[in-house]
């Protein structure tokens, strides 16, 4: 029993010896840290203290240039004119006039569904009209003669109108048993046989017309000023590395409340057929040319809960400066306010850097 009491006891001498030179150990370090502080916050260069010697970064001085703005959007191409065919009238299909995948004139007959009994009401209704001209022309004669009163003849004369109507309706009737071409353009798949019977809910084909064709696109609320009617834009297709041109011919007048963007059209043409409807467009659309921007490369700004930073040099030390930025291209984003020539920005380390750190700047040309 004895020689446990011993061995506890021994135990606890060791790891009290431990928590005291541990204690001690760290008071020493402190002491040296101390004392090389103070040594470096009186050092009459200021280069030793809070940031040593300072962070090696590169950076750009500030300087104008003329600069071509252009926005880059995503668009869609539309066909110029596009209508899903049906007929206004039920029936059964008696012919089929066109060949898809195939072009079209407009007045063309594309479809015909069958109008037998519609041709009959029209026989008829014209044996009646022909009776109805013959006696009301009787009546005419009667009247001048002093034989009928003249509210004879206005009865005879009204039968007259109305039958030509009812034949007019008719021959209206008729007319919608042919389908035809609004338009010329090129016809799609089918998707009714002759025999089928048809309704006006039935879908005949698609008719397009492809050329030109529509890109539609919309810009951001900022560069509305800046977009005007018959604007070049430039664009290109995943179908191709072909670059294509169109110009601007309407602008939507009023900016959609959703997305605060502009909504755009342009006419490209497309003699080839090679620009199909519904296809993803890069589109470029050249805005103003800047002839005094300051541009500072796309790593430089950093985006923060307000707004957008920059670190510029000042003193030998990092500054942090609130920017506002205008158009942004692959490399670079154009700064229109807090920034001035001559400023050095810092291009490298921006995410480690800390306000007032030292640093020691490597100037490299801007890549503009």
């Known amino acids: 029993m004895k020689k446990r009491y011993i ?66 959007v995503s668009g869609s191409i539309e066909a110029n004119e596009s209508v899903i065919l049906r007929s ?9 006039y066109f060949k898809e995948g195939t072009n079209v004139n407009r007045g063309a007959v594309l479809v015909k569904v ?53 034949a007019q309706l008719i021959r209206a009737q008729l007319a919608k048993t042919s389908i035809i071409a609004p338009f010329s353009g090129k016809i799609g798949l089918r998707s009714i046989s002759v025999g089928e019977y048809l309704t006006p809910s039935t879908q005949i084909a698609n008719l397009l017309s492809t050329n030109p ?58 003699p080839s057929g090679e620009l ?9 659309l050249a805005l103003s040319t800047l002839n005094d921007a300051i541009l500072v490369p796309t790593e430089a700004v950093i985006p923060v809960l307000k707004g957008k930073i920059v670190y510029v040099s000042k003193d030998g030390k990092a500054k942090q400066v609130n920017v506002e930025a205008g158009t942004r291209t692959a490399e670079s984003v154009v700064i229109t306010s807090g920034l001035n020539v001559g400023d050095t920005v810092l291009t490298t380390g921006s995410m ?13 040309k801007s890549k503009q």
């Open 7 to 72: 061995f506890y006891i021994i135990l606890l001498l060791g790891i009290a010896y431990l928590v005291y030179y541990r204690i001690s150990d760290n008071k020493k370090i402190a002491a040296e840290g101390g004392g090389g502080k103070g040594a470096g916050g009186g050092s009459k260069d200021g280069k030793g203290g809070k940031g040593g010697p300072g962070m090696s970064v590169e950076g750009i001085v500030v300087k104008t240039m003329p600069f071509n703005s252009n926005l880059e």
């Open 88 to 96: 206004e009238v039920a029936g059964l299909v008696t012919g089929i």
């Open 114 to 166: 069958n109008d037998r009994d519609i041709q009959a009401q029209l026989r008829e209704a014209q044996t009646k009209q022909n009776l109805s001209a013959t006696n009301e022309s009787r009546a005419k004669q009667l009247l001048q003669k002093g034989a009928i009163s003249q509210e004879e003849y206005d009865t005879s004369l009204a039968d007259l109108q109305s039958l030509k109507a009812q």
């Open 213 to 270: 064709v529509k890109i539609s696109f919309s810009v951001p609320e900022k560069y509305v000023g800046q977009i005007k009617l018959n604007s070049t834009i430039s664009f290109k297709t995943d179908a191709s590395n072909k670059t294509y041109t169109g110009k601007v011919f309407a602008i939507e007048p009023g900016i959609n409340q959703d997305t605060r963007t502009l909504q755009i059209k342009a006419l490209a043409a497309n």
């Open 276 to 284: 199909l409807p519904g296809s993803f467009a890069q589109v470029k």
């Open 352 to 364: 480690s850097l800390k306000p007032d750190a030292p640093v020691k700047v490597k100037i490299v």
